[in-house]
C-alpha cells in the first residue's frame, strides 16, 4: 500500500521559516522523482520543486528561498522554506513519479503565511 504523508505545515509570519517533511511507504522511494507540489485557495496546483539523483530544480517564484532534499535511508523527502511570503500560502503535496508515468499523490500539508 503507497502512502505519502505530509507533515511540518502550519503558521507563520511573513518572512519566516517551515520545514516541510512527506514519509514515503510501499514502493520503492530511491527509484522515484519526488516533488513538491503547492495548490492556493481557487487556483491550479503548480510544481514547486522536484528532487532526483541528479539535484532538485525549483520554480522561479521560489528560487533562493526553497531548498528540497531527500534521505533515501529513510525514504523521506524535504522542503526547507525561507523567507515566506504571504503568496507561498497554499497546500503543499508531495508527490513521487516513476520514469514509467506512475505518479502518487500525498494529502497535502496547509502552510499559511500571515501577519
Known amino acids: 500500500q503507497v502512502q505519502l504523508v505530509e507533515s511540518g505545515g502550519g503558521l507563520v509570519q511573513p518572512g519566516g521559516s517551515l520545514r516541510l517533511s512527506c514519509a514515503a511507504s510501499g514502493f520503492t522511494f530511491s527509484s522515484y522523482a519526488m516533488s513538491w507540489y503547492r495548490q492556493a485557495l481557487g487556483k491550479e496546483r503548480e510544481l514547486v520543486a522536484v528532487?532526483?539523483?541528479?539535484?532538485?530544480n525549483y520554480a522561479d517564484f521560489v528560487k533562493g528561498r526553497f531548498t528540497i532534499s531527500r534521505d533515501n535511508a529513510k525514504n523521506t523527502v524535504y522542503l526547507q522554506m525561507n523567507s515566506l511570503k504571504p503568496e507561498d500560502t497554499a497546500v503543499y503535496y508531495c508527490s513521487a513519479s516513476s520514469s514509467w508515468d506512475q505518479r502518487y499523490w500525498g494529502q497535502g500539508t496547509q502552510v499559511t503565511v500571515s501577519s
Open positions: 528532487i532526483t539523483s541528479a539535484g532538485g
